[in-house]
């Protein structure tokens, strides 16, 4: 459900919206191996829609505790391969930056610091670094830093819209979606983790977008509008081949995420609302399709935490509280620029999550 789709906005103020700043959220990255720990997802179920915070369940669903608690948005959380913190991007100071805190939600450290919006962050398989998106330099750009966030530099360097980058558990590729593709299509592209060596594994005439990598590195899972008017899950060979459709709902299905096992894949759905994405999870191949959470409101931004085989030994104890599901009534959809945008808007005018999607 990230805004996918052409430059959108996922947490910002009203004004960046309007000026289509941007791109959607669209927060898959690629699964680290390991067991199966926490999900770490994003909600405005507590903020009445305003804002969106970040949150954390049990892989079915139980447990759902809130991490973050601040006035202003956060999103696109990202578990580091040892499993002990998440990266997310947030609002500061009238600009979006990359945060780091630990898996319980404390000790939240500003990363890039940038007035230019930073956003979409992603790890590294030996978690010394994170690439993450960047408009610093008036253009929509993967960058990459040390996990300190010192030595940041341009990897995409490329006039075209680059973003959702996701990074292959060997560290040696990142994926990232670009409109780099005939007539300004968008598509799957990867690039060597120093940036050289970009190219696209798909060529559609219509939007493939948030890139995932399986915890083996032998699969990538995007979401795509390729068959017909809704974003469908789609699964491929990491070389481009073998792309197959894994859901097929008249709904959108979008932001998929491998589990650290690399049996199940989460993702986005307002198959039960339009207005009400919810979080669901199913095998590799599409089956058994299961919701995870119930809030009137949006949950989305799913990131499957590693545990074992490299990651943390257990699964910490967040240091906020379980909810109940909040059964207040859901945002509305609007449209925004000529774009389709279903979304949360923030009340009193601010937009948090706004996704917006190329039409047709």
Not at 20 to 48: M, Y
Not at 69 to 95: C, F, M, R, V, Y
Not at 224 to 233: K, N, V
Not at 293 to 322: K, M, N, R, Y
């Amino acid at each position: 459900m990230q805004p996918k789709r052409v430059l959108a906005l996922k947490l910002c103020v009203l004004t960046a919206l309007v000026l289509g700043l941007f791109a959607s959220s669209q927060p898959a990255e690629g699964a680290f191996p390991g067991v199966n720990g926490k999900i770490a997802f994003v909600s405005n179920r507590d903020t009445g829609g305003a804002t969106g915070e970040i949150y954390v369940m049990n892989p079915d669903g139980s447990g759902q505790t809130r991490l973050t608690n601040n006035t202003l948005s956060e999103s696109a959380p990202a578990w580091s391969p040892d499993g002990s913190k998440i990266a997310h991007d947030g609002e500061s100071g009238g600009a979006t930056d990359v945060f780091e805190m630990h898996a319980d939600g404390t000790a939240g450290t500003n990363l890039t610091n940038n007035p230019g919006h930073d956003f979409w962050p992603a790890w590294s398989g030996d978690g010394q670094s994170i690439a993450f998106v960047s408009l610093r330099d008036s253009n929509q750009e993967i960058y990459m830093m040390n996990a300190d966030g010192t030595g940041q530099i341009n990897l995409s360097n490329d006039a075209a819209e680059d973003g959702s980058p996701a990074w292959s558990p060997d560290g040696s590729r990142i994926a990232f979606y670009s409109n780099r593709g005939t007539g300004g299509d968008y598509e799957i592209c990867v690039m060597d983790a120093d940036g050289t060596d970009q190219t696209c594994l798909t060529d559609n005439m219509v939007g493939d977008f948030a890139p995932s990598w399986s915890p083996d590195g032998s699969k990538i899972a995007f979401d795509s509008y390729r068959d017909g008017g809704f974003q469908e899950i789609y699964v491929m060979n990491s070389n481009g081949s073998g792309q197959t459709r894994v859901t097929n709902n008249p709904a959108t299905d979008d932001e998929p995420t491998w589990s650290p096992d690399g049996s199940k894949i989460a993702f986005n759905s307002n198959r039960d609302g339009v207005n009400n994405f919810e979080i669901y999870v199913m095998t590799a191949s599409g089956s058994n399709q299961t919701r995870l959470t119930t809030a009137s409101f949006i949950d989305a931004d799913a990131d499957w935490q590693p545990v074992g085989l490299g990651g943390i030994a257990e699964v910490p104890e967040a240091a906020g509280t379980p909810l109940e599901a909040d059964a207040s009534p859901g945002p509305s959809a609007g449209v925004v620029g000529g774009v389709a945008a279903a979304g949360a808007l923030a009340l009193g005018g601010a937009a948090w999550w706004v996704r917006r999607r190329r039409v047709g």
